[in-house]
Nanobody, 124 residues
Framework: QVQLVESGGGLVQAGGSLRLSCAAS????????MGWFRQIPGKEREFVAA????????YYQDFVKGRFTISRDNDKNTMYLQMNNLKLEDTAVYYC?????????????????WGQGTQVTVSS
């Protein structure tokens, strides 16, 4: 069974930082592109960041550029999202996802498996 498990979410004050982790099992992690998405209730899930299987290519949504960094450790089957300078509008459920391909992918349709999500709440 494929499992993607996010951790690291929680409450943080505006301007603070969080580091999300996504632990993968049941798939060949090193051969899959990975991504982070987020969703606010009542709105569509939106792309945040993606990384290729080697970690050599990354893509970011405009609203997180310069603040968030996606990375992965294939030896640990884990992907990370370092979130700095958090803003109130970053409040959302953050989801880890694995792609059907090895490259970094932006479209949500490229992703096959999803974690359960982790809540990130930014307060003033």
């Amino acid at each position: 069974q494929v499992q993607l498990v996010e951790s690291g979410g929680g409450l943080v004050q505006a301007g603070g930082s969080l580091r999300l982790s996504c632990a993968a099992s049941g798939l060949t992690f090193s051969r899959k592109g990975m991504g982070w998405f987020r969703q606010i209730p009542g709105k569509e899930r939106e792309f945040v960041a993606a990384i290729s299987m080697s970690g050599g290519s990354t893509y970011y949504q405009d609203f997180v550029k310069g603040r968030f960094t996606i990375s992965r450790d294939n030896d640990k089957n884990t992907m990370y999202l370092q979130m700095n300078n958090l803003k109130l509008e970053d409040t959302a459920v953050y989801y880890c996802a694995s792609a059907r391909i090895g490259g970094a992918a932006v479209p949500i349709q490229a992703y096959e498996y999803w974690g359960q999500g982790t809540q990130v709440t930014v307060s003033s």
